[in-house]
């Protein structure tokens, strides 16, 4: 039977170990829509070979992205956990929704700009048309919302207008998503260079907390974060490294900004700095041991993303046979 509740969709890709900037700005907040939600949360793999990946690395990074997602609270019977290569559906339909995307539109993307200056031996096609694959893996599942940190914004956009395109020359085909970013932790800074975003595939260690990384790396890494100048902790536009540590903190410990500024009166960089890091250890404690334990059973996994595909291949069937109709190709 088809779930009729409105739908939500994300994916992560398994291209490093995930961040606390993957944790606050989406993971985190994906299993509050399990209630009132049909929810498909997948494990991006087409999209991690847009840069080159060791296979053995991207194999191992899949089962540990999705132990992660088990672990940070989403229960596999209440959403669809799954693989997006499992599921032929995404490729299949990024392809026709390739035909409904300017080129012009994919040169303006960011991330594009980014990636292929940051890899600018292989600016190859798959990066280039990655957005596209995103729409096709939201649009697939008919999705209302999509629960994403605020550098996925421009790609849920650009779903957006290819929605609107189609949808003019075929009505009623596709539903228009909406990006979900959370109120805090939407976009996590660079604990070396905080006006830069915490990215996983970022080269310097320092710079990232990773999920997994244990106590004392997590405090070591936050005693090292850049400060600014001045000694005071309060929220600042000057101040784009305290700020950081602020949201951090705020979204480990559900403090407000003013609560936690009136709480470090007069306290220096130094304590703040392990106080911050002593809270993101401590919440993150649970979800480490949990990890731990779902890795250990492959075959769990392995069940998992089996159901999970299947069902996701059963949703996106619905969908890609009422596209083919529409555009005039033969459904047998
Ligand atoms: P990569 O470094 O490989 O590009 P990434 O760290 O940007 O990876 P993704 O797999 O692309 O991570 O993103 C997964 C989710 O995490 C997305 O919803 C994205 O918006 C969110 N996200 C990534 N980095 C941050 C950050 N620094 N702050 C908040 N949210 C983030
Ligand atoms: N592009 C995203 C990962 C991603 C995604 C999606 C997020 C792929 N498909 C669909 C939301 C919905 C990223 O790089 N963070």
């Not at 398994?14 to 606050?24: A, D, E, K, Q």
């Not at 939201?138 to 605020?150: A, E, F, M, N, W």
């Not at 975003?197 to 320092?206: F, G, L, T, V």
């Not at 159901?307 to 969908?319: F, H, I, L, M, P």
Request: charged share 25%; glycine share 6%.
């Amino acid at each position: 039977m088809l779930d009729q509740r409105p739908v939500s969709f994300s994916g992560v890709q398994p291209s490093g170990n995930l961040t606390i900037g993957n944790y606050l700005g989406a993971i985190k907040n994906f299993p509050e829509f399990s209630e009132k939600y049909k929810c498909f949360y997948c494990v991006v793999d087409q999209h991690a070979i847009t840069v080159r990946q060791v296979p053995a690395e991207l194999r191992r990074r899949t089962y540990e992205t999705l132990a992660l997602y088990i672990a940070c609270g989403l229960d596999p019977q209440k959403n669809t956990l799954y693989v997006q290569s499992h599921v032929p559906a995404h490729t299949e339909l990024a392809w026709m929704l390739n035909c409904f995307t300017m080129f012009g539109e994919l040169s303006r993307m960011t991330q594009f700009k980014d990636k292929s200056a940051r890899h600018a031996d292989n600016v190859n096609a798959g990066l280039f048309t990655y957005p596209v694959l995103m729409a096709a893996d939201i649009l697939l599942y008919q999705t209302d919302v999509v629960p994403i940190g605020s550098d996925q914004k421009q790609h849920v956009e650009l779903a957006r207008n290819i929605v609107d395109r189609f949808n003019q020359l075929y009505p009623d085909t596709f539903t228009m998503p909406e990006p979900i970013v959370p109120k805090a932790g939407a976009r996590i800074m660079s604990l070396a260079e905080p006006t830069k975003k915490m990215s996983k595939s970022d080269e310097n260690e320092n710079a990232v907390v990773r999920i997994l990384d244990d106590k004392d790396a997590i405090i070591r890494k936050f005693k090292r974060a850049v400060t600014d100048s001045g000694s005071e902790i309060r929220v600042a536009d000057d101040k784009p490294g305290v700020t950081n540590l602020i949201t951090i903190y705020s979204c480990f410990t559900g403090k407000s900004v003013e609560e936690i500024e009136r709480e470090f009166d007069g306290v220096g960089y130094g304590d703040f700095k392990i106080a911050v890091g002593q809270a993101c250890a401590e919440r993150l404690a649970p979800v480490q041991e949990e990890y731990r334990r779902l890795l250990a059973d492959k075959a769990y996994l392995e069940s998992v993303m089996k159901n999970g595909a299947d069902e996701a291949a059963y949703y996106a069937r619905k969908t890609l046979s009422k596209v083919r109709r529409k555009l005039g190709f033969v459904n047998l």
